[in-house]
């Protein structure tokens, strides 16, 4: 009897309290938010944004790279308008911020042994096996081969990667297997390669028969034809048709064999962002062709490259290009005006191969050798990156989401003498504006794949580790974040903030292990802020690791702000 009058004298005081809400039809108000809400995932990424991004090199009269200018000395145009420049940065090459701001604890019963040095420099030797010949491929190995004997320093790490995929080695400082995978690269074309094919027709002469309808690079494919199958002169209709259906299968498979290459060389990029340092690829490769199409990828590849810090520079693998005149002995002759023609075509598809080669340098600050039989100078050459570059940033005034190619000019006042500027030539438009949660992930990923240090929101890093046996540990990062620093939003008495923290862990080789991403919803009293917060905010991320040395990255972003800090650790667990 008494717990049903328990629960009666329940029910009453539920319904006196809800009765005003009732009588006014509303529903009756939540819970107070918690003050502090911990959200955890893995972190994923976006990597489009509407700020256009332009790494400058400029060069004195005897090619030194010059880092003394200001943003005020650059003029920056996109379709011949000048633009306002909004970021402006000054990059030297070599040499790292150090982590001076990170501790580590451990056991005290354990000695601390010496904490593992960061690798400085990474780069990938991209050899183009699709396109190059067998001739070419087997110089330009011994050239890489000596390169990396010599010069691979002990604080850098290299890969290797083939257009094909059919053989890669991921980042090491083993010189043995680093040669080893070199040897063991072989051309591998997608397609089959005829020199003597009826016709030899040239994937630039393809796209110039079939896409440009050139009136020219036809008359020459039908005289070739006409020469190498021993037609009579008046049966060019038969010939012109042999032309076409060999244009038309060769436009296929160089589309194949471009569009493979235009990937993996984002994939190389992808993979490079995903290590700390300095980062660059050598595409090594005699170049090819690129139709319309292809256009809007190769921009992407350079916007990727671009936001990653990626620097590609590029090897013209044929070395010191010289045009046989009538061709080689592989292929037929024929009519004076028809070797004039071929001769021309030829000329005109290897200048159009270098167009790869040179616009990837000159869009991401790296160098294009070519012209050269000395690869291996040119791989020292390559090595060596320009000290200083200049990342200009610019949104596009009144742009349209329409993905149309825009034209890129950089220059010096008439009072800035004697320089070369070298950037990229252009980009295209997005399809669509990037919004503000795009534009944090991608702010935070930067920041996590960097070795920079930025301190715009007070914070410090800890490590601490603790081993369960001899062949598994538990590795602890520790943020203390002075959450007081913060700009808030007042809702309802409030303070409210969102935190991002991202901890990830990364090994000797500076390949990333495991990375944690925890969002704090804040909505704080004024009394927490100023007194219970007083000493900052812990937030604490476990990874299960095994013994070995390993860097840790961990990066701090507020909403309301966005302000950032990011701060560098290591650790070795013996």
Same mark, same amino acid.
């Given at each position: ?33 918690? #003050? ?35 943003? #005020? ?9 000048? *633009?306002?420049?909004?970021?402006? =940065? ?5 040499? $790292? ?14 000695? *601390? ?12 030797? $991209? ?24 010069? $691979? $320093? ?70 070739? =034809? ?71 990828? #190769? ?153 920079? #240090? ?121």
């Amino acid at each position: 009897m008494r717990s049903n009058l328990h629960r009666r004298f329940f029910v009453a005081v539920v319904a006196l309290e809800l009765f005003p809400f009732l009588l006014a039809g509303q529903t009756p108000p939540d819970k107070p938010a918690a #003050e502090v809400a911990t959200r955890e995932a893995t972190p994923t990424f976006s990597t489009r944004s509407n700020l256009v991004v332009v790494r400058v090199v400029v060069r004195d009269k005897d090619g030194h790279a010059n880092g003394n200018l200001q943003k #005020e000395d650059f003029q920056l145009f996109d379709k011949g308008k000048p *633009q306002f420049i909004s970021k402006f =940065t000054v990059e030297k090459s070599g040499g $790292l911020k150090g982590a001076d701001a990170t501790t580590t604890s451990q056991p005290a019963d354990q000695k *601390q042994p010496s904490e593992p040095v960061p690798p400085e420099r990474y780069v990938a030797y $991209l050899f183009d096996d699709i396109h190059i010949s067998f001739g070419d491929l087997s110089i330009a190995r011994q050239a890489a081969e000596k390169h990396l004997t010599a010069a $691979l $320093l002990a604080s850098s790490r290299a890969a290797i990667f083939t257009t094909s995929g059919r053989t890669t080695l991921d980042f090491t400082d083993d010189v043995a297997k680093l040669r080893d995978t070199l040897n063991r690269i072989m051309p591998s074309p997608i397609g089959a390669h005829n020199p003597s094919a009826c016709p030899n027709v040239t994937y630039y002469q393809a796209d110039m028969i079939e896409n440009k309808h050139d009136t020219q690079a036809l008359q020459a494919a039908t005289w070739d =034809t006409i020469a190498c199958a021993g037609l009579d002169p008046t049966q060019t209709q038969v010939a012109a048709s042999m032309a076409h259906s060999a244009s038309m299968q060769q436009l296929s498979v160089g589309d194949q064999e471009t569009r493979v290459s235009l990937k993996v060389l984002r994939d190389v990029i992808r993979r490079m962002s995903a290590v700390p340092g300095q980062r660059s690829i050598i595409l090594v490769s005699p170049g090819f062709h690129l139709l319309d199409e292809h256009r809007f990828d #190769e921009i992407e590849v350079m916007d990727r490259a671009i936001r990653a810090n990626v620097v590609i520079s590029s090897l013209d693998a044929r070395g010191l290009y010289t045009l046989i005149p009538g061709g080689d002995a592989s292929q037929r002759g024929g009519p004076i005006a028809t070797i004039a023609l071929r001769d021309q075509f030829a000329h005109a598809a290897a200048m159009a191969d270098d167009d790869i080669l040179a616009e990837l340098a000159d869009a991401t600050g790296g160098a294009w050798i070519h012209n050269t039989n000395d690869l291996q100078g040119g791989f020292t050459r390559i090595d060596t990156p320009p000290e200083f570059y200049y990342v200009l940033g610019f949104t596009p005034q009144n742009l349209k989401f329409d993905g149309s190619y825009h034209s890129l000019k950089v220059t010096l006042p008439k009072t800035q003498k004697g320089f070369t500027v070298q950037a990229r030539r252009g980009y295209y438009a997005p399809r669509h504006e990037e919004n503000a949660a795009q534009e944090a992930k991608r702010e935070v990923e930067e920041a996590l794949f960097s070795r920079e #240090e930025w301190h715009d929101i007070p914070a410090s890093l800890e490590t601490q580790f603790f081993k369960s046996t001899d062949e598994k540990a538990k590795l602890s990062v520790v943020a203390r974040v002075d959450v007081r620093t913060l700009a808030y939003r007042k809702v309802d008495g409030r303070n409210v903030d969102t935190l991002t923290v991202v901890s990830g862990v990364f090994d000797r080789n500076g390949n990333c292990i495991n990375a944690v991403e925890k969002t704090i919803d804040m909505h704080l009293k004024d009394e927490t802020l100023a007194r219970r917060l007083a000493s900052g905010m812990t937030v604490k991320t476990a990874f299960d690791v095994a013994p070995g040395g390993y860097f840790v990255r961990l990066v701090v972003r507020d909403d309301e702000g966005q302000k950032m800090a990011a701060l560098n650790g290591a650790v070795e667990i013996p």
